[in-house]
C-alpha cells in the first residue's frame, strides 16, 4: 500500500525485511530449507503465537506458504522496484545478530526508499521485539512520535 502512494499511510515500521532477495543470495539456501518443523524449532514463542492468535491455525501451511513467498523473486514475494514509490518515512529495523536480514540487505533497501532510517537493536537477532523489546519500544515510538 505504502508504494502505491497511498495518503493515508504516514508511516511504516518494517522489521527484518528486505526489498528484494537476488537469485545469488546466500540467503535463498536457508530460506529453501525452512519447514514447518524447522521453524516450530527455531522460533517456538511465534509458533506459540500463531497458534494462540490464530482462530483456525494451520501452522504448516502458514510456514509453506510464508517460505514460498519469501523464495518468490517477482513482486509477489518481494517489492523489488516498487519501495522506491514510498512516499512515508520507514523505519527499518533489524537485530545487530539477525542472519536473516543481513545488514547489507537493509541498506540496500534503506538507500531506495527516500525517506528511510535504519534502527539496528544492538544484541538483538531476528526477533529484535522479542529479543530487545524495551530497545526495539523505544525506537519504534521515537519514529512514531
Known amino acids: 500500500m505504502a508504494s502505491r502512494g497511498?495518503?493515508?499511510?504516514?508511516r511504516v515500521v518494517a522489521i527484518g525485511a528486505q526489498g528484494d532477495l537476488p537469485e545469488d543470495d546466500p540467503l535463498r539456501g536457508i530460506l529453501a530449507k525452512v519447514t514447518p518443523e524447522?521453524?516450530?524449532e527455531r522460533f517456538p514463542s511465534t509458533y506459540d503465537s500463531y497458534q494462540r492468535l490464530n482462530p483456525a491455525p494451520s501452522f504448516d501451511a502458514f510456514a509453506r506458504a510464508v517460505t514460498a513467498m519469501w523464495l518468490d523473486a517477482g513482486p509477489s514475494g518481494h517489492p523489488n522496484d516498487a519501495v522506491e514509490r514510498i512516499a512515508c518515512?520507514?523505519?527499518?529495523?533489524r537485530g545487530e545478530?539477525?542472519?536473516?536480514a543481513p545488514r547489507d540487505a537493509i541498506d540496500r533497501l534503506a538507500r531506495r526508499i527516500p525517506d528511510a532510517?535504519?534502527?539496528e537493536i544492538p544484541g538483538a537477532?531476528?526477533?529484535a521485539f522479542q529479543d530487545q523489546p524495551e530497545l526495539f519500544l523505544r525506537g519504534v515510538g521515537?519514529?512514531?512520535a
Open 142 to 144: 521515537e519514529f512514531l
Open 97 to 100: 545478530n539477525d542472519h536473516l
Open 89 to 93: 518515512k520507514v523505519l527499518i529495523v
Open 117 to 119: 532510517r535504519v534502527l
Open 6 to 10: 497511498s495518503s493515508a499511510i504516514e
Open 38 to 40: 524447522s521453524w516450530r
Open 125 to 127: 537477532g531476528h526477533v
